[in-house]
């Protein structure tokens, strides 16, 4: 089985930088891509960004791009999110996702995460003055 565990939540005002780190283990957890959604009182669930394997594509929100960018080490088996400028929106607790196929579902330009896909635990990210 393929175990994710995240940290680098926190507490930071508007406008600051907060670094999330989801490291992998388990099952042929290089083959996997990661992801990232975040789900906040009376939001949708959003899909925030993902980044494959295969191919190293990467995918974000509408809403954080230009801010949010994904990265991977293969080495250590992590995936990293690094959030820059962050907003009171961007306030929501944050899940490390990888989907079962391997590879991100992207459907008519939204990142997709299913029920089925192995999850983290989540990690609070709160911007606030």
């Known amino acids: 089985q393929l175990q994710l565990v995240e940290s680098g939540g926190g507490s930071v005002q508007p406008g600051g930088s907060l670094r999330l780190s989801c490291a992998a283990s388990?099952?042929?957890?290089?083959?996997?891509?990661i992801g990232w959604f975040r789900q906040a009182p009376g939001k949708e669930r959003e899909g925030v960004s993902c980044i494959n394997s295969s191919d190293g594509n990467t995918y974000y929100a509408g809403s954080v791009k230009g801010r949010f960018t994904i990265s991977r080490d293969k080495a250590k088996n992590t995936v990293y999110l690094q959030m820059n400028s962050l907003k009171p929106e961007d306030t929501a607790v944050y899940y490390c996702?990888?989907?079962?196929?391997?590879?991100?579902?992207?459907?008519?330009?939204?990142?997709?995460?299913?029920?089925?896909?192995?999850w983290g635990q989540g990690t609070q990210v709160t911007v606030s003055s």
């Open positions: 388990g099952f042929t957890s290089d083959y996997y891509a």
């Open positions: 996702v990888a989907p079962r196929e391997g590879m991100c579902l992207i459907v008519e330009g939204a990142i997709r995460f299913r029920e089925r896909d192995y």
